[in-house]
T-cell receptor
Framework: DAKTTQPPSMDCAEGRAANLPCNHS???????VYWYRQIHSQGPQYIIH???NNETNEMASLIITEDRKSSTLILPHATLRDTAVYYC????????????FGGGTRLMVKP | DTGVSQDPRHKITKRGQNVTFRCDPI?????LYWYRQTLGQGPEFLTY????????KSRLLSDRFSAERPKGSFSTLEIQRTEQGDSAMYLC??????????????FGPGTRLTVT
């Protein structure tokens, strides 16, 4: 799986959009971008994934650049409960095998 | 609550003792994974099962570690002769792998092991 690079930490004001970047310049054509988050003392939680088109679900939006070398996870109206570590993972879907987590971005949502 | 449960949630043991953790996955999920997470790091893959077959093991899984999933449902992870370096959060996840479908993993709350 391709390697990802994320900033170690970010702050966001409550109610504002949180934009979390991820660099995956070595991504290959059959690799998807997945995002998970881990709230303190809990297991990781799946958020969203995409291949090349932008994706949106009830939790977040995923914007993938045209060259697929980077992506941004957007939480449109961050709340205090969104404070967590966010992991960007690149993997071949349908493989069903392990997830390779990097260091992630620690997002702190402040009142 | 994702539907994946782990027991116990916390375990304190003395160095050299054996410990066993249990994971109950979401009932229709055929894949079950074990990860380990130390403080400040992301989870690291240990091993996974498809039904009752253990298909892959990480180099992190030393010979003191053994995992089973005897009937393709719950799984156990045993650590023999624990060492202080085994102190970590042990996470279990499950997924349903079927054809070309999405197979995101659902994680349990983890078992925090402290070896004194």
């Amino acid at each position: 799986d391709a390697k990802t690079t994320q900033p170690p930490s970010m702050d966001c004001a409550e109610g504002r959009a949180a934009n979390l970047p991820c660099n995956h310049s070595t991504i290959s054509g059959n690799e998807y971008v997945y995002w998970y988050r881990q709230i303190h003392s809990q297991g990781p939680q799946y958020i969203i994934h995409g291949l090349k088109n932008n994706e949106t679900n009830e939790m977040a939006s995923l914007i993938i650049t045209e060259d697929r070398k980077s992506s941004t996870l957007i939480l449109p109206h961050a709340t205090l409960r969104d404070t967590a570590v966010y992991y960007c993972i690149v993997r071949v879907t349908n493989a069903g095998n392990m997830l390779t987590f990097g260091g992630g971005t620690r997002l702190m949502v402040k009142p | 609550d994702t539907g994946v449960s782990q027991d116990p949630r916390h375990k304190i043991t003395k160095r050299g003792q054996n410990v066993t953790f249990r994971c109950d996955p979401i009932s229709e999920h055929n894949r079950l994974y074990w990860y380990r997470q130390t403080l400040g790091q992301g989870p690291e893959f240990l091993t996974y099962f498809q039904n009752e077959a253990q298909l892959e093991k990480s180099r992190l899984l030393s010979d003191r570690f053994s995992a089973e999933r005897p009937k393709g449902s719950f799984s156990t992870l045993e650590i023999q002769r624990t060492e202080q370096g085994d102190s970590a959060m042990y996470l279990c996840a499950s997924s349903r792998v079927q054809g070309q479908g999405l197979n995101e993993q659902y994680f349990g709350p983890g078992t925090r092991l402290t070896v004194t």
